[in-house]
């Protein structure tokens, strides 16, 4: 059986030029798997599906090795379960000579394979690393002018402290609160919470006095 692997690394990213490419490689495919998530590791839901499917004699398409994953020891480690353990062949698109099927009995072309594999496996994992020390570098730039990250602070409601009396003293319900407040339940908790420790620390300090 021939089989086929697509991954982008989130889910606003779209898969159709991979898509495309696997489907005009000339190569009939008895389902193409497809992931949204990183390629830290293999852990991915339909990738795991896929390696249950693979047995001994079937080929599986990729169209780069950076598909497959960007950790340089996981696609090594991965590369030799394919193709030592369950016994399938790969093909990758743009990299024709890493294809298993052309170097079974062929040592000069193994090796030359095994030295792409490789070469590749290195530069998917370093160009990962290169991606995060950009992203650290822009966040930390954009902290540097004053961009903030994160969801904007709630404004607590005028009415906050009425409503959590109120409910404190059971004169409504959880229900009527959130109705009142306009807060998510959580929300409403939290700063409840708050107003109530507030409260118990000046009814402390009056005591005090």
């Not at 530069?123 to 290169?130: D, M, Q, T, Y």
Request: glycine residues 4%; proline residues 2%.
């Amino acid at each position: 059986m021939n089989y086929a692997y697509a991954r982008v690394s989130s889910k606003d990213q779209n898969l159709s030029r991979q898509l495309n490419a696997l489907k005009n490689c000339d190569i009939g495919f008895k389902k193409i798997y497809c992931d949204k998530e990183s390629g830290v590791n293999f852990e991915r839901a339909n990738y795991k599906q896929l390696i249950k499917k693979l047995r001994y004699g079937d080929l599986l398409v990729i169209t780069s090795i950076d598909r497959l994953g960007r950790n340089y020891d996981c696609i090594q480690r991965e590369w030799k379960r394919i193709t030592k353990s369950i016994g399938a062949d790969i093909y990758v698109l743009d990299m024709p000579l890493l294809d298993t099927r052309c170097h079974e009995k062929n040592l000069v072309g193994k090796l030359i394979a095994d030295i792409v594999l490789e070469l590749l496996s290195f530069v998917a994992e370093h160009e990962r690393e290169n991606i995060r020390s950009r992203q650290a570098e822009g966040i930390e730039a954009a902290k540097l002018r004053g961009v903030k990250f994160g969801r904007p602070p709630l404004n607590c409601p005028d009415n906050f402290n009425e409503i959590a009396d109120a409910y404190l003293e059971r004169s409504i319900n959880l229900r009527e609160a959130l109705q009142a407040t306009e807060m998510k339940r959580s929300t409403f908790y939290t700063y409840l919470q708050k107003y109530s420790d507030n409260k118990y620390k000046k009814a402390n300090n009056n005591t005090a006095l």
